[in-house]
T-cell receptor
Framework: DVKVTQSSRYLVKRTGEKVFLECVQD?????MFWYRQDPGLGLRLIYF???????EKGDIPEGYSVSREKKERFSLILESASTNQTSMYLCASSYETAYNEQFFGPGTRLTVL | DQQVKQNSPSLSVQEGRISILNCDYT??????FLWYKKYPAEGPTFLISISSIKDKNEDGRFTVFLNKSAKHLSLHIVPSQPGDSAVYFC?????????????FGQGTILTVHP
């Protein structure tokens, strides 16, 4: 069974803190993605990775960075958390095929105070 | 620039009736479309997809229709059930490129009343 796990379901951090969100997939997928979901805005792509150590900016990369040292693990880093980064963060992965269904993790609800 | 739009933020339907969720896109390069369903506190799960070489795809109670000339797709749920109450996202991609990137709409909250 397909499995994408995220390190925390709920997280509360203070403004200025460095925040790490971890995602692990067990499907040997090449592609991994980080989104944030906000009401009325849908899912917006922050960063994605198509191979180990490879990364590409998505639509809203400002204030975020990522790391992919192993194929199964993709980390999202908030260098200095701000209140406007309070959101639901979703990780996804997919095979590198012509038709790409993405599989999502359960999400991390991050609150920055 | 919102390339995929779901203009109805919410939809309310009676159990047993049809639910129709709509989605419009602007990028004519999109050729593969997906619908996802999301319950609160869970990640989105894949529901159904359609390639641009088709105009209809069916899977049980769920049917997706694609009108390429109008750049419009819709998801029909018949009959609707209370368990279908969730947020529905449409997504679009250009197949074979862009490392499988999907562009999502804003989502439509479906409520099915018993």
């Amino acid at each position: 069974d397909v499995k994408v796990t995220q390190s925390s379901r709920y997280l509360v951090k203070r403004t200025g803190e460095k925040v790490f969100l971890e995602c692990v997939q067990d499907m040997d997928h090449e592609n991994m993605f980080w989104y944030r979901q906000d009401p009325g805005l849908g899912l917006r792509l922050i960063y994605f990775s198509y191979d180990v150590k490879m990364k590409e900016k998505g639509d809203i990369p400002e204030g975020y960075s990522v790391s992919r040292e192993k194929k199964e693990r993709f980390s999202l880093i908030l260098e200095s958390a701000s209140t406007n980064q309070t959101s639901m963060y979703l990780c996804a992965s997919s095979y590198e095929t012509a038709y790409n269904e993405q599989f999502f993790g359960p999400g991390t609800r991050l609150t920055v105070l | 620039d919102q390339q995929v739009k779901q203009n109805s933020p919410s939809l309310s339907v009676q159990e047993g009736r049809i639910s129709i969720l709509n989605c419009d896109y602007t990028n004519s390069m999109f050729d593969y479309f997906l619908w996802y369903k999301k319950y609160p506190a869970e990640g989105p799960t894949f529901l159904i997809s359609i390639s641009s070489i088709k105009d209809k795809n069916e899977d049980g109670r769920f049917t997706v229709f694609l009108n390429k000339s109008a750049k419009h797709l819709s998801l029909h749920i018949v009959p609707s059930q209370p368990g279908d109450s969730a947020v529905y996202f449409c997504a679009a991609s250009v197949s074979g490129t862009s490392y499988g990137k999907l562009t999502f709409g804003q989502g439509t909250i479906l409520t099915v009343h018993p």
